[in-house]
């Protein structure tokens, strides 16, 4: 018979203490993991995007979202591997080996994160936490908080996303515009020209292969 070892906070026990403290920070992780991959990744520029692609399409719920959503995240794992891996050498297993404790390994988990997210986190809007808090200007990534980073590093992706989705709704902005006008020409004022720009939007996106286009850009954004 298996034994389920109690869950006891008020043990007076240090292992058992240790164990449940463990416990509770890994759940607590569990909790937060969604909030994490979405913005202190590149999840959130790469799930912007592919939405406007599909918005500029204007093909309704195609792609479904279980698949633009599936497809930002093995974009995500892929261009966060070094950052992952690095983490997992400088942080993970020095703490599963016992070489570091908790804080410690903690403190060597948020340098490669934070220099990943400061990369990529414009000036002027990590001065706007940074001067709310009071803080003074950092002199190197670490002395720049979470707190302040975090959200500078969201509002930063947002701005970038949003630019590249209005490159991508320029070209089929453009073809609207075009059959609108054919069709008042044509006096056909009754038909709506969404109907008729969709097979031309589709079209040109298999043509110029728009996926690729759009997933290399993504990638070589960062």
């Known amino acids: 018979m298996i034994e389920i ?14 164990s449940t403290v463990q416990l509770l920070l890994l759940l607590t992780v569990l909790a937060l993991a969604p909030s994490i991959l979405i913005l202190m990744t590149c999840f959130t520029r790469v799930i912007i995007v592919l939405s406007f692609v599909r918005s500029g399409l204007a093909t ?6 279980q698949v633009l959503i599936g497809l930002a995240l ?3 794992f892929f261009i966060m591997a070094p950052v992952l891996s690095e983490i997992n050498e400088e942080a993970l297993q020095p703490m599963f080996d016992g070489e570091i404790t908790q804080e410690e390994a903690f403190e ?6 934070k220099s990943f997210m400061a990369q990529h986190t414009r000036e002027k809007d990590l001065a ?4 709310y808090q009071g803080l003074d200007r950092p002199e190197t990534i670490e002395d720049i908080p979470l707190t302040a980073l975090v959200p500078a590093f969201a509002i930063s992706e947002l701005k970038t996303a949003f630019q590249i ?24 004022m009754m038909l709506p020209p969404v109907m008729i720009a969709l097979p031309f939007k589709i079209l040109l996106f298999v043509m110029v292969d728009g996926w690729h286009l ?9």
């Open 5 to 18: 070892p109690a869950l006891d906070i008020f043990s007076d026990d240090p292992a058992n203490l240790t």
């Open 60 to 65: 309704q719920q195609m792609p479904p979202n």
């Open 74 to 76: 093995f974009i995500t």
């Open 108 to 113: 060597a988990a948020a340098h490669p994160i």
């Open 128 to 131: 706007l936490f940074m001067g």
């Open 165 to 188: 989705g209005f490159m991508i709704f320029v070209p089929f902005l453009i073809i609207d515009m075009v059959v609108a006008s054919v069709l008042m020409s044509m006096g056909m």
């Open 214 to 222: 759009v997933i290399r850009s993504l990638l070589l954004s960062f």
